[in-house]
């Protein structure tokens, strides 16, 4: 079966940490870049980070640029996310996102189910 | 970075009516790269439009896209129960960042 499957979400203090996995079957993943797309609760989509199939290519929103580092392991088929110094405004249903090809075409054709981040003292 | 807004931000339609969702940018969408999508509750969202008006794999021909440079237009020939959901309009073709409406959510009336 295709499929995304997130993890790793949690409560969290301000200023602490995470790290989101996320695990891809059903596909060749290293074919496909990937991203990180997230929805604060009763909001709307936001994108977070990508990453190119080889990790030569990196972005990420200016939201979190400097604080989020995403990465990925071909060989184990997985995506991640580490979130470092947390604000309250990094709650969010966090999404892994597949994009329609290697390179960044910049728009998603399969959706994990989501990971909830919630970051309260 | 370009806003799109969507309107309205909710309709109310009754089973096998016509709704047509609107997508604005502040600035022109660059070779049409705007796509659709669909997110029922506790869902993720997925992907029913690219390129302004292609439809994506297994996406029924009831949906349609179109429209150029600022405007676009998600069209539903004949809802059906299973439509009832928030859309999201999101540009690429300013990238990064890819940047999304708010969304417009579709009732049942």
């Known amino acids: 079966e295709v499929q995304l499957v997130e993890s790793g979400g949690g409560l969290v203090q301000p200023g602490r940490s995470l790290r989101l996995s996320c695990a891809a079957s059903?596909?060749?993943?290293?074919?496909?870049?990937m991203h990180w797309v997230r929805q604060a609760p009763g909001k709307g989509l936001e994108w977070v980070s990508g990453i190119s199939w080889n990790s030569g290519s990196i972005g990420y929103a200016d939201s979190v640029k400097g604080r989020f580092t995403i990465s990925r392991d071909n060989a184990k088929n997985s995506l991640y996310l580490q979130m470092n110094s947390l604000r309250a405004e990094d709650t969010a249903l966090y999404y892994c996102a597949k994009d329609v090809a290697g390179a960044f075409h910049w728009y998603f054709d399969l959706w994990g189910r989501g990971t909830l981040v919630t970051v309260s003292s | 970075e370009i806003v799109l807004t969507q309107s309205p931000g909710t309709l109310s339609l009754s089973p096998g009516e016509r709704a047509t969702l609107s997508c604005r940018a502040s600035?022109?969408?660059?070779?049409?790269?705007l796509a659709w999508y669909q997110q029922k509750p506790g869902q993720a969202p997925r992907l029913l439009i690219y390129g302004a008006s292609s439809r994506a794999t297994g996406i029924p021909d009831r949906f349609s896209g179109s429209g150029s440079g600022t405007d676009f237009t998600l069209t539903i020939s004949r809802l059906e129960p299973e439509d009832f959901a928030v859309y999201y309009c999101?540009?690429?073709?300013?990238?990064?960042?890819?940047?999304f409406g708010q969304g417009t959510r579709l009732e049942i009336k």
């Open positions: 600035q022109s969408v660059s070779s049409s790269y």
């Open positions: 999101q540009q690429y073709g300013s990238s990064p960042p890819p940047t």
């Open positions: 059903g596909f060749t993943f290293d074919d496909y870049a």
